[in-house]
């Protein structure tokens, strides 16, 4: 195929959309990793498949799609132009689809969503408040391109923002941009994004040595699943932000650390890759300019700790994945000993937007005044994965300085069956958790880090009230203790030993004093530890011992779980709202419930083991927690 040049992207971009408006509605068919495994493509290939059998397929077409983000009501199905949102779609509903919606103009009612009051049924995606919140930069083509025709990627605007840098733009004028806009890095630490590439640009200058440009998609944070999604939906995106990157600071190559349990996102991004090198915006002279870069897949081999930039280099190399002291930068020595610049996909996704619509845009968004100091504020917007005891989960893009209110409320709708929220973890498995009483604090890395907690990759679990803090931050250490490179002793033996403190706390063993060696432990882990990891994974115990310090003494003083969690701790027990239902018995799997039915039941605590089950089926709130 012959390699395009700058002029023909709108040549590409023109065709694409007029063949597409060539079609009455264009049907977005959901393929991330979540609706796949809901049987997403199973519907896809059903929907050409009938279209074709009814004589429709010119008139109508089926798009996979990436993550649309909305992962609690897969499949998912959006009718395009009119925007009409289609949730838990089966095979069985597609020819009501066809016959009442795009035949008869009438939308498919019971597979609309319903709103919170679960009265109102929303037929428009925009109106539905989980998205009507959001503002999307680096989703902004999630749910409306297919992630593995380059085409489309180019209809939308990619590599505009690249053919601007190539053709407009200096080196040293597009770190700048990068430096004004305010860009800090998405993947945990925060450092301004330019401030790094301006660094590197001066060491390239005075090393006179060909640097390296990598992206980290070694997303390994439990419930986290940003990077992910924004590879499966838009790779060409992270492909230009690198170049871009790489016509700043003259590298020639680049490299995608992604971890080998991303199947799904590999496939598309050396798919995405392919077709950018076979038309011309990879390797020799990109888009006839001259410029030379491309980029080749390092695939981890699923170590957590990889997430940091050092260890991820030694990984590269072939060497153990561990980090080194951080006086040694890798914007001096990084791969290989090269200047290398290393951000997070959801960074790079940022970049093209950054040049194409110009750094005053996009630091107008977000908190704080970045136009003197990038340090000053947190500009753009930010994806989170919003999971845990939330009603609407799933990925969503907010504005820097939204409210955890406004995110868990309004765009998450709350918390599931009435309960009350207690807390929300944000950050990864090294983020603190925050309590109901600053709900309303702004969402910002500055505001996280002063409350104890992080801006992290960006996970965010919300808990209700039945959540044990104490056991949830032993479950956080737990991960920890096992990712752990065991390079230094801070967090080497440290985790160990929280770990085992945490299990006799939540196991009715804890002593007198136990808290105040906790304390201690994570402050020497903190001071100590070689890398980030070490000195932040003691966050999960800091910030609860800070916000619920009486639920550790209530573990260690009275023996007791405050949230009825902690098997040791609790007994279950049966009240008088007994209906005598029996489903407490039926589910019961250790038989330790007796009773007949319309009778009060009774629960041999000898048999019992504490698995809550009882609790959880009973409609009648007939079983305490003792």
């Not at 996979?64 to 089966?90: L, M, S």
């Not at 999307?136 to 593995?148: F, K, Q, S, T, Y």
């Not at 040293?172 to 305010?182: Q, R």
């Amino acid at each position: 195929m012959e390699k395009i040049r700058i002029k023909d992207l709108e040549v590409i971009k023109d065709q694409k959309l007029a063949r597409q408006k060539a079609y009455k509605s264009m049907l977005m068919v959901c393929a991330g990793t979540g609706c796949v495994a809901a049987g997403s493509m199973s519907l896809f290939d059903s929907f050409n498949q009938k279209l074709k059998e009814k004589g429709l397929d010119q008139q109508y077409l089926a798009v996979p799609t990436g993550c649309n983000g909305f992962c609690a009501q897969g499949p998912i199905i959006v009718v395009q132009p009119e925007g009409i949102f289609y949730q838990k779609v089966k095979t069985n509903d597609l020819d009501k689809i066809i016959d009442e919606h795009l035949e008869g103009n009438k939308p498919v009612e019971k597979l609309l969503y319903k709103d919170r009051s679960g009265k109102e049924r929303i037929p428009a995606m925009n109106d539905i408040e989980f998205f009507s919140k959001q503002k999307l930069i680096a989703l902004r083509n999630r749910g409306v391109i297919n992630p593995e025709d380059i085409e489309d990627a180019i209809a939308r605007g990619a590599y505009q923002g690249l053919g601007k840098a190539l053709t407009e733009m200096q080196a040293f004028e597009i770190i700048k941009e990068v430096i004004k806009s305010g860009i800090r890095g998405r993947g945990g630490g925060g450092f301004p994004a330019g401030v790094k590439w301006e660094t590197c640009y001066h060491v390239v200058e005075k090393k006179g040595e060909k640097p390296y440009i990598v992206c980290n998609a070694d997303e390994g944070d439990p419930g986290a699943f940003m990077d992910r999604s924004i590879v499966e939906a838009d790779p060409h995106a992270i492909i230009e932000g690198m170049a871009i990157a790489a016509k700043a600071v003259g590298a020639e190559e680049g490299y995608v650390y992604i971890r080998k349990e991303y199947p799904l996102a590999l496939k598309r991004l050396n798919k995405a890759l392919s077709d950018a090198r076979e038309r011309g915006l990879l390797g020799d002279d990109i888009l006839k300019s001259g410029f030379k870069f491309d980029i080749h897949v390092h695939r981890g081999a699923g170590a957590f700790v990889c997430g940091e930039s050092t260890a991820l280099m030694a990984s590269m190399e072939g060497r153990v994945g561990e980090p080194r002291a951080k006086y040694v930068h890798n914007v001096e020595f990084g791969y290989r000993g090269k200047p290398t610049i290393l951000n997070n996909v959801e960074t790079w996704a940022n970049i093209p937007v950054i040049i194409e619509k110009g750094a005053d845009w996009f630091a107008s968004i977000g908190s704080g005044d970045v136009s003197e100091n990038p340090w000053n504020g947190s500009s753009g917007t930010k994806v989170f994965s919003l999971v845990g005891d939330v009603v609407n989960s799933g990925l969503v893009e907010v504005p820097m300085g939204i409210t955890l209110r406004e995110i868990i409320f309004e765009i998450g709708g709350g918390i599931p069956k009435g309960r009350k929220f207690k807390a929300v973890q944000t950050g990864g498995p090294s983020g603190g958790c925050i309590p109901e009483n600053m709900l309303d604090m702004e969402v910002d890395f500055d505001k996280l880090t002063e409350v104890g907690s992080m801006m992290g990759s960006g996970g965010m679990i919300v808990m209700d009230d039945r959540t044990c803090m104490v056991d949830i931050a032993k479950y956080f250490i737990h991960f920890l203790k096992d990712e752990s490179c065991g390079k230094c002793t801070p967090c080497r033996e440290g985790l160990v030993l929280l770990y085992d403190l945490l299990e006799n706390i939540t196991s009715g063993e804890g002593q007198d004093g136990d808290i105040e060696i906790i304390e201690q432990i994570s402050e020497t882990m903190e001071l100590g530890s070689l890398c980030a990891l070490g000195q932040t994974a003691a966050y999960p115990v800091l910030s609860t011992l800070n916000y619920f310090r009486q639920e550790y003494e209530a573990h260690v003083t009275e023996k007791k779980c405050p949230a009825g969690k902690c098997k040791h701790l609790i007994e279950f027990d049966i009240n008088e709202n007994c209906t005598g239902c029996i489903l407490c018995k039926v589910n019961c799997p250790v038989e330790a419930i007796s009773g007949e039915k319309k009778q009060l039941h009774l629960i041999n605590q000898d048999l019992c083991i504490q698995c809550g089950i009882c609790f959880d089926v009973c409609k009648f709130d007939a079983v305490d927690v003792v």
